[in-house]
């Protein structure tokens, strides 16, 4: 704690002889190069650079695994140019990396996209920690606007895909602005999981232990006993689990964040219900009339096998993989793209796998017609493929996995038979009027269920992300870092030159101009006394008017003469905030536009004259 303490006071070293601009620049050098610690160096010979040393300080720290200090040297450089975008998107990179401070990423991000809404990078952050909250939709409108601005950006393209597919991150049960480690929680979700399971276990084994007793030995008050008996192991497997758990008042939201944590707990509660009342009406002998019973010891035998059965469906339904898979394929050149466009081929594929296997419980239910369908489920399949240069990518991702083919063609051949079957039934060909061909039918289907089986064992025990993935949204992996792209917030802030400064420094007035309620507004400010502080930014005395405009949107600009070189002019547009303690607007400059007047008015001269030479 000491050291992190030591580096919010002073996060750089003292500086020695030579340019800080340069030293910045070997310093950003160093990180395009992953060295994040000769950049640490670097920087701290570089004292004095506005906010841009403070940034790559940051970016090292968070690099290193340091985020305490990440976030106190972004920070640092905040305080130092509070209108800098690129500050700003540097502590809503840092914040986000911090536990409970989620909420704070976003409003720093939010403010770097009302700053710099012409770069793509603030909206990618804003983009992330929305897709991070389980926020879609403001996830693709971030992620889409990012995409506007830079078509090229492969983060923006990657996550966009996942915004799409409803993509849910591991800790998913985990809210951002929760003051707390997602490990905490983490573990409570363990616990909660282990619970639900040791419960269901349990009163599944006592049920048909019960079944046995009363309907093949014919002892049907030892199996209520029985039954009875067991059910208090219940509260003792939760008295036990329950002093685990130390985050309480977490849990309830944790079950709404964690749908399928939801359904787990619920189907736990309604076993013991079910359970109660089949013990309480245990026949002494089975008899096919009575429907009551067997539904409840169906429920309470088999919905462990129900759940994960039921869950690899229903994430495979969710949001929209045709799309997604577009996304991905467009970054050919990205390894977290090949893996989502992998993963977005098997959800596509066990969404195939599930509309047939519907259509045959459908058909065998006494809706034949329904299932003469069948064949448009791998024609639909088949469409879903990418147009253009991103279906090379999908291409190659399904060459290369020869499971995913073979399942393909199973659901091929599933769904012929399925289709042949039901034209044969309206016909009425008694061949297939006692209903075991649509039992051959599910013969095809279950192979492929095999198989997602296997793919599913193999992708738990891929461990790094680096192997094969699953059929299911948890397989698709989040992009990080920049790609090839220079990160924004590590950008060298705007020069003022020396005309400018000494414009600034004798004009003692400019001009100013921001957006109010009515349209475009230009005022006269007071250049204060300290006209352009060592960091490049500028503080004036504005009236109140120009206050409350900035409060709305703080992207101005000043205009400004030099009373000595009439001639030279200049326009600084930059992002002003106001400073409560001194009263002035601080404006950080974004661009300078510098107009050459000399060889325009010399121009107009010879031609005045009658001189017509050109350059």
């Known amino acids: 704690m000491g050291s992190q303490r030591e580096v919010h006071e002073q996060p750089v070293p003292p500086s020695v002889p030579g340019d800080p601009r340069e030293r910045c620049a070997k310093a950003a050098a160093l990180l395009e190069l992953d060295r994040p610690r000769e950049a640490i160096e670097a920087i701290g010979q570089a004292n004095g650079v506005a906010d841009w040393g403070y940034r790559l300080l940051s970016l090292a720290f968070e690099r290193l695994g340091r985020d305490a200090e990440a976030v106190a040297a972004a920070e640092e450089a905040v305080r130092t140019a509070p209108g800098s975008w690129a500050a700003r998107l540097r502590l809503g990179a840092a914040l986000r990396r911090v536990p409970g401070r989620g909420w704070e990423a976003a409003v720093q991000a939010d403010r770097a996209v009302g700053y710099a809404p012409e770069e793509p990078d603030p909206h990618v952050l ?11 939709r ?19 393209r990657v996550n966009l895909g996942l915004a799409l597919l409803r993509w849910r991150p591991p800790r998913g049960h985990h809210d951002p602005a929760w003051p707390i480690d997602p490990r905490e929680t983490g573990r409570v979700r363990d616990v909660v999981e282990a619970w639900s399971r040791q419960v269901r276990v349990l ?3 006592a049920l048909a232990v019960a079944a046995l007793l009363a309907f093949r030995i014919g002892l049907a008050r030892t199996a209520g006993a029985w039954g009875v008996a067991v059910l208090a192991g219940v509260p003792a497997i939760t008295f036990r689990r329950g002093r685990e758990v130390r985050l309480w008042r977490y849990v309830p939201r944790m079950l709404v964040r964690d749908p399928w944590l939801g359904v787990s707990v619920s189907a736990a509660t309604l076993a013991v219900v079910a359970y109660v009342a089949a013990i309480a009406t245990l026949p002494p002998v089975l008899t096919p009339s009575g429907t009551a019973w067997p539904v409840l010891a169906g429920f309470v035998l088999l919905n462990g096998a129900a759940l994960p059965f039921l869950r690899v469906p229903a994430r495979a339904w969710r949001g929209r993989p045709v799309r997604a898979l577009a996304e991905f394929a467009a970054v050919p050149m990205d390894r977290t793209a090949r893996r989502n466009v992998g993963a977005a081929l098997w959800i596509l594929t066990v969404r195939a796998w599930s509309a047939l296997v519907a259509l045959l419980v459908v058909g065998a239910l006494g809706g034949p017609w329904l299932a003469l369908a069948a064949p448009a489920v791998p024609v639909a399949l088949a469409l879903a493929r990418p147009k253009g240069t991103a279906a090379y990518c999908s291409d190659l991702a399904l060459a290369a996995d020869r499971l995913l083919v073979a399942t393909r063609h199973l659901l091929t051949l599933a769904s012929v038979a399925l289709a042949a079957v039901a034209a044969m039934t309206l016909l009425g060909l008694p061949a297939v009027t006692g209903g075991w061909a649509w039992s051959a039918c599910a013969v095809p289907l279950a192979v492929p269920a095999g198989a997602l089986a296997l793919r599913t064992v193999r992708a738990a025990r891929d461990q790094d992300g680096r192997g094969v993935p699953g059929p299911w949204c948890a397989a698709l992996a989040m992009r990080e870092g920049r790609g090839t792209r220079p990160p924004g917030d590590t950008r060298a802030p705007v020069v003022l030159d020396g005309g400018v400064r000494r414009a600034l420094a004798r004009s003692r007035g400019v001009v100013l101009a921001f957006a109010d309620w009515e349209g475009p507004r230009t005022l006269a400010a007071e250049v204060a006394a300290e006209v352009v502080g060592a ?21 101005v600009a000043v205009f400004v003469t030099d009373p000595v070189e009439r001639r030279f ?27 050459h007047h000399g060889r325009y008015r010399d121009r107009r001269r010879r031609h005045r004259h009658g001189v017509t030479r050109t350059r």
Request: hydrophobic share 50%; net charge negative; aromatic share 4%.
């Open 569 to 595: 002019w200049a326009e600084v547009r930059g992002v002003a905030v106001g400073d409560a303690e001194t009263g002035v607007l601080r404006i950080t400059p974004k661009r300078v536009l510098v107009p």
């Open 535 to 555: 960091d490049g930014e500028l503080r004036l005395a504005a009236p109140a008017e120009a206050w409350e405009a900035v409060g709305r949107d703080p992207r």
């Open 126 to 136: 804003a983009g992330d920690l929305a897709l991070l909250r389980g926020e879609h």
């Open 138 to 156: 403001e996830a693709e409108a971030s992620y889409r606007a990012a995409l506007r601005l830079a078509d090229d950006h492969p983060l923006a």
């Open 203 to 205: 009163l599944a084994v």
